[in-house]
């Protein structure tokens, strides 16, 4: 009775008085105002207390096109649809994070990870080649997954190894060449394997020099500089790009080079403080974003745990809902974010406005940092279907095709943008 309810609704496209939706499903009122309940509480639908509305257009076309599937499941795997010659509403996002160049951290480097990286250079497998491989074969069957974007969100080394800033700056040199993209289009933030812990000892404010150094040497000439010294705020950016405002922030204010559990909370967990919110909100100048602009986030640090994390999650951001709200106060549409190796997705619907937090897959640490080795290689793409919509779509790598494949883990998912219809 309620998946009539919302799909009558839905079917009429206008608010439907709620007597004449019990008399044309032959409810009696009783058996109405139960069903209404509970369409109400799958969230397809709202009511005034006279009339019912109907489902928002992403949702209509999802019923249309499942109408013989339950409505009760609120996480909705659809299949992605597009069509070929049309431009996105923005450009394709391509999301990596967790790259890990180092010693023992990069998988890539490490024959026994993956197979392929021990044999003669003109065979090896390569991070760069596979993924720009698996982007042209999904360009050919999706002509707007090419990215136009690309999100680094932190870890482009491990431990901070100092010979390794190279290694990070030439893959992401390569990586926006070979996307015909320019180096602006490619965002970054750090990680805590950026910060140097020989030097926050012996010079707390350049610890995260690697970084500096890192961005100093990839960005072109005219591009801003970072200060060597770190100050609250001080490593936060603002990129626009078409319709896009991305603000990168940094995660890492408040980590010690030497965490120990006996503090008020694990000096590992990450922070953004209110001096850098404030440096953040004059970047962007105004509360509300320019008309048809989509405001994204980047940061390093888990705004929540997923499915996948077992056990309390003391990585999580600290004083994480007070940073949620200052993004809803913005209005911020996307959170992309890395740190602990798992993927997912979650929205999250408050004053009428959609906020949704996805969550990256590494595409680079070696096995036995991936939660206890259990989750694959992933990286993921979010690219426009609508002004008001959007899709993200996950890629595994298969180390027995040497190839990235769809993920067994998340399927394609629809994103909404904005506000609730």
């Excluded at 489902?55 to 992605?80: D, E, F, T």
């Excluded at 136009?148 to 080394?157: A, K, P, T």
């Excluded at 994390?309 to 809902?321: H, T």
């Excluded at 993200?392 to 040497?402: G, N």
């Amino acid at each position: 009775d309620a998946q009539s309810i919302v799909r009558e609704a839905a079917a009429a496209g206008t608010p439907t008085p709620i007597d004449r939706l019990a008399a044309s499903l032959s409810m009696g009122a009783s058996q109405c105002s139960k069903a209404l309940r509970i369409a109400l509480a799958s969230g397809f639908v709202r009511s005034d207390g006279n009339s019912v509305s109907p489902p928002g257009k992403v949702i209509a076309r999802w019923l249309s096109r499942y109408s013989s599937q339950p409505v009760a499941p609120l996480l909705m795997v659809p299949s992605i649809t597009h069509v070929k010659g049309l431009r996105p509403a923005f450009p394709t996002i391509m999301h990596l994070t967790d790259l890990h160049f180092g010693k023992e951290g990069h998988a890539w480097d490490q024959p026994g990870e993956i197979p392929g990286v021990g044999r003669p250079p003109h065979d090896r497998v390569k991070l760069l080649d596979t993924l720009v491989q698996d982007l042209k074969s999904l360009q050919d069957e999706h002509e707007s997954l090419w990215p136009g974007i690309v999100i680094v969100s932190g870890d482009l080394l491990f431990q901070c190894h100092k010979e390794s800033v190279k290694q990070a700056v030439d893959f992401l040199s390569n990586l926006s060449s070979e996307l015909g993209i320019e180096r602006s289009h490619v965002v970054l933030c750090p990680g805590n394997h950026e910060q140097n812990r020989k030097i926050f000892a012996e010079e707390p404010k350049a610890q995260l020099a690697s970084y500096t150094e890192i961005w100093n040497k990839f960005y072109p000439s005219g591009f801003r500089l970072l200060p060597l010294e770190w100050s609250p705020g001080g490593y936060t950016h603002v990129y626009r790009l078409e319709n896009l405002e991305i603000l990168s922030l940094n995660s890492c204010e408040d980590l010690d080079p030497d965490p120990s559990p006996n503090g008020s909370y694990p000096k590992e967990q990450g922070y953004i403080g209110l001096q850098q919110l404030q440096v953040a909100g004059k970047l962007l100048g105004q509360e509300q974003p320019p008309a048809g602009c989509i405001r994204v986030a980047v940061l390093h640090h888990h705004l929540s745990q997923h499915q996948w994390a077992s056990g309390v999650d003391y990585s999580i951001l600290r004083e994480v809902e007070r940073v949620i709200q200052w993004l809803r106060r913005f209005h911020f549409d996307l959170v992309f974010h890395g740190h602990q190796h798992c993927v997912g997705l979650q929205t999250r619907v408050e004053d009428g406005r959609y906020l949704t937090i996805l969550a990256g897959g590494s595409a680079g640490v070696a096995s036995t940092h991936r939660w206890r080795g259990g989750m694959p290689l992933m990286y993921q793409l979010v690219y426009s279907v609508e002004p008001n919509q959007a899709m993200r779509i996950c890629r595994s790598f298969d180390l027995h095709a040497e190839t990235w494949v769809a993920s067994q883990y998340e399927k394609p998912r629809e994103i909404p943008i904005g506000l609730l219809e």
